[in-house]
């Protein structure tokens, strides 16, 4: 199957694993944290479908192998964008480009792409600012919920990492749908 979306980027943290339950060494490295209720299943049937899937974060490479792999889902990413490994965070705009690279993505395709994260300073503006579609996971408490300017609304908004399924599908559908041809 052909998909009209490219690709789909997550946040890490209160996006696929709850922070609340992160174990972290004297580094900030996380060594050990759950999932978000759902998390794990959405990316394994992304994967399944023929997605391919890109991590987009902040904090230290370690951590995202170190969580990913207890959970079984570090293979399943064809991509990693990590911020220390980068030399800059998100909202820089270099971070979601390191990751669209290395996934063979033009720049005039960006808009086939889906980034899907917590916080709408880092993750949406991010998102936005490199005309990728944003989605906020409005899940944890522990970031503002209210955008502090147009650049920081999300396109589109979800409650918990399954909502992801039903909207990837509709995001399809759009994709797909003629635009004016004659």
């Known amino acids: 199957m052909t998909h009209h979306i490219l690709a789909i980027c997550f946040d890490f943290g209160d996006t696929l694993v709850d922070e609340a339950s992160e174990v972290k060494d004297e580094t900030l490295t996380t060594l050990s944290g759950e999932l978000i209720p759902g998390a794990g299943q959405v990316v394994r049937e992304l994967k399944r479908l023929g997605y391919r899937l ?35 965070e998100k909202p820089d705009p270099r971070m979601f480009v390191h990751a669209l690279d290395q996934l063979g993505i033009a720049r005039g395709d960006y808009g086939r792409t889906v980034m899907v994260g917590n916080y709408l300073e ?30 920081e609304v999300p396109q589109y908004t979800i409650k918990v990492p399954p909502d992801l399924l039903p909207l990837i599908e509709t995001l399809e559908q759009e994709q797909a749908a003629p635009t004016g041809s004659a």
């Open 122 to 151: 880092r993750d949406i503006r991010g998102a936005n600012q490199v005309g990728m579609i944003s989605v906020w996971l409005d899940w944890a408490p522990r970031r503002p919920k209210v955008p502090a300017g147009p650049i």
């Open 54 to 88: 890109a991590l987009v974060a902040d904090g230290r490479a370690a951590t995202y192998y170190n969580v990913l792999s207890q959970h079984g889902l570090y293979d399943l990413f064809d991509a990693f964008a990590i911020s220390e490994q980068v030399g800059v």
